[in-house]
Structure formats: structure tokens, C-alpha cells
């Protein structure tokens, strides 16, 4: 006797508790696809009494984006959830389309989620998708963190994004959508094979290569990345933090094997910038092999300096030049600022301006205090707050210690 299949919206719902069972909201990322037309409705049987709310973002990039949009809005609201088009204004980006679309659609949902007070995002990925990801990724000869499997929730872009849906194939969830008669869109780049995703697709279904085998394969990198997460934060643990600039105990980062020295540096160098990526593999080892030899190196905007017993990092001060001016009272996505008056602004104070105001005197090295924040009315130095203390100005760091040990921990 054959017993049906389980049915997914159980293991989705199951998944929807863990990870989002004390949430009074949550927003879906609904683009029209069979995986998160899905995942909306399996979200609002699971959801009632919740505030539920979805989002489509138009990237523009094909014609009928907009009416596709549209079509999602109508279904959201079949169900009573409200629902709001998300349009992609490209600029003058450049380099890979697809890399900038995937960066813009977070950067839309997350602040539409912070507009609207949702404390989470749930998205449509699937167990194909972990395989996919993985075959794709062993092509690149990504090291473990790109081939460990997607994880259940993650803290990236100002929000938190849920993937409650890691355990249902794609195949299970359009019968199940069949079964119940409601209608998905399908996007015609799933068949353009100039995509490696969808080149990759068509090879797993040509061997006839089991996803759910290739999902736990992934999962089982996780666990691997996990144990040396776990390795790293143990040598982090001395990791002080003071004024925005980080130090490593030297003895404890060079006694560590090389691929534990590296997760340190990575997560030190986001820690510095607030990157939401790590630095380029290349451009980490170069930085681990001047750090051997006791040289000064910058690492996408950070600058590492071994000295004594002590590995310092701190903001690279040609990078801070180039930080805009405060969003939302956040400077080089870096510093709290407050107490500016008006026609005043932020920006670095700048090694031309370093010895004025007597940096000596802040206990910081002269590059260090020239990547601080400073204020500004047009060309005037008006006050480098952390330099000399200035009412009304106020400057605290975004991150502190803490914030470095959970960076290793998510690297």
C-alpha cells in the first residue's frame, strides 16, 4: 500500500512555529511564483489573528512585471491580507544584473517591513533551491560556508528574513496548489538557460539526482560550519571593542588553525563596516598573509594593524571620506549621531584636520581618528566629538563586543 505524501503546509507551519511563534506580524515576499503563492497561503491559515502583511517588488526587468504585481496584490487580498508593489528604480548600477536585483529587492522589503513594525520576512526558498545552491556553489569552488545549506532565518539588510519552506520540494508544493485550484505565474527566465540556476535545474533533472538527498548533504555542510562557528567565538572571546576600532588577542588569533584565523578577520572586517557581505576570499587571504608577517593592511575599507601582542582594526579613513552624510541619524553605517543644528552634516574628519584638534590626546592612532565622524557647517570644522567631547553633539558606535562575537557566529 502506497500512503500519500505528507502533506507540506504541515512541515511549513511546523517550521512557521519555530521561528515565528512569538511574532504578533510577519511580511511575505510574494513575487507570483508557485513557492510563494504557496507560502501565502499557507501563512495565512497559519497566521490568524496575526497581522499579516505581503509584498511583490517590480524589478522592471521584464514588461510584464507590473501586471504581475498587480495579479499578486488581487490574490493577497482574496485572502485579507493587504499587499503593496515594491518598484525597483534602477540606477546606474553595474556588473551582475541578477546580483543587483536580488541586493535591491532586500533593500525594498526590509524597509518596507521597518515602515510597517514587521519584526521578520518570510521567503518562498525551497528544498530545491538548497540543491540547486549547492551544485552551483561546488562549480564556483566555494569553500564551507558557501556550501552549507541556506539557513532557517537570518539577520541581513535591517531585518530579519524567515525560510520557512526549506523542507518542502518545489514539486510537492504545485500539487499541492493543484489540489486546492489555485493559480501560480510562471516567470519565463525559469527557462532561460543563460541563468546557471536554471542550467543547473535541468542537469539535476537529467541525472536524475534526488534533491531531498542534496538538501541534507547541505545540511550536513551546516553542521560542519556550525562546529567551526563555534571553534572561531571561542578564540574571539578576549575580542575588545572600543570607539568603533576592534582588538584581537594576537597569541589566541595565531594559535588558531589558518580557516579559523580567517572567519575571525572576516567577521572583524564586517564588524568594522557594517558590510552586509564578507570581503572577496582572494582579498581575506591576501590580508591573512601580510597579518603573518606583522604588515599594515586594508581589507575592503578596514585597516588591520598586528602590534605587540595585539591585532587592531579600525576604519580605513579614505573609506570613511567617501560615507554619505547621516541616514536616520546613522553615520558610515557605523555611528549614532546626535545634537546636529541646522545646516550642519557629518563627515570624516580627515587626516588634513587630524593634528587641530590634538588627536594625541583621544587615545586613538592618528588614522583611527581621522575615519571618526566630525561636524561640519560646509568646509568648517565645528567639532570632532570624539576627539574632544562637544555638547550638543553625541556619537556612540552601532556595534559593540557582542555585536563581533555574533558575526563569528553567523560567518
Known amino acids: 500500500m502506497t500512503l500519500p505524501p505528507a502533506d507540506p503546509a504541515l512541515r511549513v507551519h511546523a517550521a512557521l512555529d519555530r521561528l515565528a511563534g512569538d511574532m504578533p506580524a510577519i511580511g511575505v515576499a510574494v513575487s507570483g511564483g508557485g513557492d510563494s503563492v504557496a507560502l501565502m497561503h499557507m501563512i495565512a491559515d497559519w497566521g490568524r489573528g496575526r497581522r499579516i502583511m505581503v509584498a511583490t517588488v517590480d524589478h522592471g526587468i521584464r514588461p510584464e512585471s507590473a501586471a504581475e504585481a498587480r495579479q499578486v496584490g488581487r490574490a493577497a487580498r482574496a485572502l485579507g491580507l493587504s499587499h503593496a508593489t515594491l518598484v525597483w528604480q534602477r540606477g546606474t548600477e553595474t556588473g551582475n544584473l541578477m546580483a543587483n536585483a536580488r541586493d535591491a529587492r532586500l533593500r525594498l522589503l526590509s524597509g518596507w517591513a521597518q515602515r510597517n513594525d514587521l519584526p521578520a520576512i518570510a521567503l518562498g526558498h525551497t528544498a530545491d533551491d538548497q540543491a540547486e545552491t549547492l551544485l552551483m556553489r561546488l562549480g564556483r569552488g566555494s569553500g564551507i560556508d558557501g556550501l552549507a545549506s541556506m539557513a532557517e532565518w537570518r539577520d541581513a539588510f535591517g531585518s530579519r528574513w524567515l525560510r520557512p519552506m526549506l523542507g518542502a520540494g518545489r514539486q510537492d508544493l504545485r500539487d499541492w496548489?493543484?489540489?486546492?485550484?489555485?493559480?501560480?505565474?510562471?516567470?519565463?527566465?525559469?527557462?532561460?538557460?543563460?541563468?546557471?540556476?536554471?542550467?543547473?535545474?535541468?542537469?539535476?533533472?537529467?541525472?536524475?539526482?534526488?534533491?531531498?538527498?542534496?538538501?541534507?548533504?547541505?545540511?550536513?555542510?551546516?553542521?560542519?560550519?556550525?562546529?567551526?562557528?563555534?571553534?572561531?567565538?571561542?578564540?574571539?572571546?578576549?575580542?575588545?571593542?572600543?570607539?568603533?576600532?576592534?582588538?584581537?588577542?594576537?597569541?589566541?588569533?595565531?594559535?588558531?588553525?589558518?580557516?579559523?584565523?580567517?572567519?575571525?578577520?572576516?567577521?572583524?572586517?564586517?564588524?568594522?563596516?557594517?558590510?552586509?557581505?564578507?570581503?572577496?576570499?582572494?582579498?581575506?587571504?591576501?590580508?591573512?598573509?601580510a597579518i603573518a608577517t606583522g604588515h599594515r593592511v586594508t581589507l575592503d575599507g578596514a585597516l588591520i594593524e598586528p602590534a605587540g601582542d595585539r591585532i587592531r582594526l579600525f576604519r580605513e579613513a579614505a573609506a570613511a571620506l567617501r560615507a554619505p552624510d547621516t541616514q536616520d541619524?546613522?553615520?558610515?553605517?557605523?555611528?549614532?549621531?546626535?545634537?546636529?543644528?541646522?545646516?550642519?552634516?557629518?563627515?570624516?574628519?580627515?587626516?588634513?584636520?587630524?593634528?587641530?584638534?590634538?588627536?594625541?590626546?583621544?587615545?586613538?592612532?592618528?588614522?583611527?581618528?581621522?575615519?571618526?565622524?566630525?561636524?561640519?557647517?560646509?568646509?568648517?570644522?565645528?567639532?570632532?566629538?570624539?576627539?574632544?567631547p562637544t555638547a550638543p553633539y553625541d556619537v556612540r558606535p552601532v556595534r559593540v563586543a557582542s555585536h563581533f562575537r555574533r558575526l563569528v557566529m553567523a560567518h
Not at 501560480?184 to 536524475?208: K, Q
Not at 572571546?237 to 588577542?249: H, I, M, Q, V
Not at 594576537?250 to 572586517?269: H, T
Open 177 to 289: 496548489l493543484r489540489m486546492r485550484n489555485i493559480p501560480w505565474l510562471d516567470d519565463p527566465s525559469n527557462d532561460n538557460e543563460d541563468f546557471d540556476r536554471i542550467r543547473v535545474r535541468r542537469a539535476i533533472s537529467a541525472m536524475g539526482l534526488d534533491i531531498a538527498a542534496l538538501a541534507r548533504a547541505a545540511n550536513h555542510i551546516q553542521e560542519a560550519r556550525d562546529a567551526l562557528s563555534h571553534y572561531a567565538a571561542h578564540a574571539a572571546r578576549d575580542a575588545e571593542a572600543y570607539n568603533g576600532s576592534l582588538t584581537l588577542p594576537r597569541r589566541a588569533y595565531g594559535d588558531a588553525p589558518s580557516e579559523i584565523r580567517r572567519r575571525l578577520i572576516v567577521a572583524a572586517c564586517r564588524w568594522i563596516t557594517g558590510a552586509d557581505y564578507p570581503p572577496r576570499r582572494n582579498t581575506v587571504l591576501h590580508a591573512l598573509n
Open 329 to 388: 541619524g546613522i553615520w558610515d553605517n557605523r555611528w549614532h549621531v546626535s545634537g546636529l543644528k541646522p545646516g550642519q552634516h557629518v563627515a570624516a574628519l580627515g587626516m588634513g584636520e587630524v593634528a587641530r584638534v590634538k588627536w594625541r590626546l583621544s587615545g586613538l592612532a592618528r588614522d583611527e581618528a581621522a575615519a571618526t565622524p566630525a561636524i561640519w557647517e560646509g568646509d568648517r570644522l565645528i567639532a570632532a566629538p570624539l576627539i574632544r
